[in-house]
Structures are given as structure tokens and as C-alpha cells.
């Protein structure tokens, strides 16, 4: 067979670099064929549940409790101590399902077809929770940037089927998140959230994204929790300037009045499709 037709060769060590430019050419054609110029991008947990299903196992919890009466197990002790944990997280989900939906509908309100789009990662949890606001209770399309990993569920169901894409390398599929983003949105999250979260800071801090970029740390009781950005101030390690990078909301409405004012400001006209960068 043709070279490019022979799987064996395309999956194998010496045809990478064939692998990578396919996910770097690929979706760059369907974004240009679907026009999708714009994208505000969310990050956050993937271990974040619905606050309807959190209850439903909480509940079910305290009455395999009552029924154990004063001996309670304490496997089932530690269930609920993690579930009690989770039900933060699940409030995360329900307001990150109402920004994405506030998002798009002001959006569509613009009278211009795919402009600021949401995207998400493309898996459950906040991902989930933006492509679901944006769907269901705007009726607007969702992007979906998947990975492939072994442990990983596969790709919600609220992301819009053309704009779903699943890739193999990670460094390509971060390329995908910063190419489009006009704006950022991040909710709590774990290792994955904070490695995207801090490569777009660098990127921004160090101007090799050099177009405006609003970011949002959703929840401020979590990110003071986890970071203290004082204290890099302090040591010297960032300027004064770099914690203006982004801003602390912890409302739906709070995040979406700062994230139109900006948008609007820095891209009032829709984006061209031009190459970004050197």
C-alpha cells in the first residue's frame, strides 16, 4: 500500500510527527469549514457531579446509617465524609452549567453566528457541566477537546458531534484550548486543571499570546485554599502586576458582567482567521 494508506506504518515510532500534524491540521480544517473563530474555555474537576445525583447518593448513605444503627461501619463513615466533600464540587457544577449558559445566550443574542463559543475538555464533571449549560438551557453549540486516556470516560453527550475532537497528545490538544480562546474560566480542579491553568498564565504573563485575555478563578474560598498568591509576591518568584492577570468571581452573574465587559472591549468585531503567533 500507498504510504499514507498503511495503518502499520501510521501508527508506528517513525510516523510521530505525521500523528501530530494530523491533529494539528485536522481540526484546524474543521474550524475554519464550521467557521469557529472565537471559544471561552473551562476548565475544572472532572470529578464534579450534578447536585441532583450527589443528594440521591447522600441520602441513600443516611439510610444504610439508620439502618446500622450506633455500630455504624466505618467503610460507610468514610463514604460519606467523601461525599460531604463532593457536594461543594456539586455546587461548582450547577454554577458553572449557569455560566456557560448565560455565555451563550448573551452570544447569540450578538446576532453573529459562532462567536464565543464554549469549550471544555470535552469529559465529565465541569466539562460537563459547560457543555451541558450551554446546550440545554441556551440551545447553543458546545466544543469538546477530548484526550485519550486509559482510565478516562468517554466524551460527554452535550458537546456538539461536528465540534467534538479527540486527540492522542496532550501538547496538541492544549494548542487547541489557547488557538481560539478569547477568554478563560477556571473552576477547582485537580493536577490537569492547574497544568493547563499555569501554561496559559505563562503564556499570557510572557506574551506569547499577545491578544487580550480575560481569566477567571472561579471560587475564590478554593483558590486562597490552594494558592497563596501573596506569598510568590512575597519571594519574589512573580511581579505585583501578575495577579491581575486574572480575576476571583464566585457568582454566575459576577463572572459573566466582567467576562461580556472585557470580550466586548478587546474583540468587538469577530475574529479573522488568520495565524496567530510566529
Known amino acids: 500500500p ?32 464550521l467557521d469557529v473563530r472565537e471559544t471561552i474555555v473551562f476548565f475544572g474537576s472532572a470529578r464534579a457531579k450534578p447536585p441532583v445525583q450527589v443528594r ?14 450506633a455500630k455504624v461501619p466505618k ?15 456539586a455546587i461548582y457544577y450547577e454554577e458553572a452549567a449557569e455560566l456557560s449558559a448565560l455565555l451563550t445566550r448573551w452570544s447569540k443574542s450578538l446576532g453573529q453566528s459562532k462567536r464565543f463559543v464554549v469549550c471544555s475538555g470535552g469529559g465529565p464533571g465541569i466539562m460537563e457541566a459547560a457543555n451541558r ?19 478516562e470516560e468517554a466524551p460527554n453527550p452535550f458537546i456538539t458531534p461536528e465540534l467534538l475532537f479527540e486527540f492522542h497528545y496532550f501538547f496538541m490538544r492544549k494548542l487547541w484550548f489557547a488557538y481560539l480562546a478569547c477568554a478563560l474560566v477556571v473552576f477547582p480542579g485537580g493536577f490537569g486543571t492547574m497544568d493547563e491553568l499555569f ?42 502586576q501578575d495577579v491581575k492577570l486574572f480575576k476571583m468571581c464566585d457568582s454566575p452573574k459576577e463572572a459573566f458582567e466582567h467576562l461580556k465587559v472585557q470580550l466586548l472591549k478587546a474583540y468587538p468585531h469577530p475574529q479573522q482567521w488568520i495565524h496567530r503567533g510566529p
Request: proline share 5%; hydrophobic share 40%.
Open 199 to 240: 501554561e496559559l498564565l505563562t503564556l499570557v504573563q510572557t506574551r506569547k499570546i499577545g491578544r487580550p485575555m480575560p481569566i477567571i478563578l472561579y471560587g475564590s474560598k478554593f483558590w486562597k485554599d490552594f494558592l497563596d498568591f501573596d506569598a510568590l509576591i512575597r519571594w519574589g518568584t512573580i511581579s505585583p
Open 56 to 69: 440521591s447518593e447522600y441520602d441513600a448513605l443516611l439510610e444504610e446509617k439508620k439502618k446500622a444503627g
Open 75 to 89: 467503610a460507610l463513615r468514610q463514604k460519606l465524609a467523601r461525599l460531604e466533600a463532593t457536594m461543594q464540587l
Open 133 to 151: 449549560g450551554a446546550v440545554e438551557r441556551a440551545g447553543g453549540q458546545t466544543i469538546g477537546l477530548a484526550i485519550s486516556l486509559p482510565t
Open 2 to 33: 500507498k504510504a499514507y494508506l498503511n495503518p502499520q506504518f501510521l501508527k508506528s515510532r517513525d510516523a510521530r510527527l505525521v500523528r501530530m500534524m494530523c491533529e494539528y491540521l485536522e481540526p484546524l480544517q474543521r474550524f475554519q469549514r
